[in-house]
């Protein structure tokens, strides 16, 4: 049974372009979540989403930043026109019920390294 | 949701118990105490939760007080792969915003 799959595991993009970062929940998930860690930092929450819905992104900066998770496929963060301080870890993160069920476990991917030159 | 308290890091010899402190001064009655540990480079993995029993399972115990303001995360036969950073966190039912402070960064030792 695969985990939380994640790709690229490392992406590098020069500024001004656009960076596009997949996540596969585990198989029966659907429920997905996206943190970012910057170097030596803890995970913050960025955004929250069930298929085809956004639950919440209070975590996500409000300009370049989107994240989808469609009916069929995997989920996407995208970050257009790059910047340096983009240049983080971002997780992605599933768990097979809401945050309203008694175990509220989310499991995490590897990971996607995004740096920004 | 409470926020946590961890000493910024630990040693432990390998082969002994590690225990690790977490204080929750804060927490309410519907707070669950999670942990959570990320090895370097990897994604956090999930360890273990609790309410207010100490809970057990095949990685790792975890002890909270009666006052639920604290509780201890105990490994009871660290090895050297158990070196990570280890995350205490406060969330209640229905959180889903977890929040990953410092960690207490534990290193265990041959």
């Known amino acids: 049974n695969a985990g939380v799959m994640q790709n690229p595991r490392h992406l590098v993009r020069r500024r001004g372009q656009e960076a596009r970062l997949r996540c596969s929940p585990m198989?029966?998930?659907?429920?997905v979540y996206w943190y970012r860690q910057l170097p030596e930092e803890g995970l913050k929450f960025m955004v929250y989403?069930?298929?085809?819905?956004?639950?919440?992104e209070s975590g996500m900066p409000k300009e370049r930043f989107s994240a989808e998770f469609p009916k069929e496929g995997p989920s996407i963060l995208r970050i257009q026109q790059v910047v340096r301080g983009d240049s983080a870890a971002y997780f992605c993160?599933?768990?097979?019920?809401?945050?309203?069920?008694?175990?509220?476990?989310?499991?995490f991917g590897a990971g996607t390294r995004l740096s920004v030159l | 949701d409470a926020k946590t308290t961890q000493p910024p890091s630990m040693d432990c010899a390998e082969g002994r118990a590690a225990n690790l402190p977490c204080n929750h001064s804060?927490?309410?009655?519907?707070?669950?105490v999670y942990w959570y540990r990320q090895i370097h480079s990897q994604g956090p993995q999930y360890i273990i939760h609790?309410?207010?029993n100490n809970e057990t399972n095949e990685m790792a115990s975890l002890i909270i007080t009666e006052d639920r303001k604290s509780s201890t995360l105990i490994l009871p036969h660290a090895t050297l792969r158990d070196t990570a950073v280890y995350y205490c966190?406060?969330?209640?039912?229905?959180?889903?915003?977890?929040?990953f402070g410092a960690g207490t960064r534990l290193f265990v030792k041959a």
């Open positions: 609790g309410l207010k």
């Open positions: 989403l069930q298929k085809e819905n956004i639950i919440d």
């Open positions: 198989k029966g998930h659907s429920h």
């Open positions: 993160a599933s768990s097979p019920k809401g945050p309203l069920n008694a175990k509220n476990i989310q499991y």
């Open positions: 966190i406060a969330l209640n039912t229905g959180g889903f915003k977890t929040i």
């Open positions: 804060t927490i309410s009655g519907n707070e669950y």
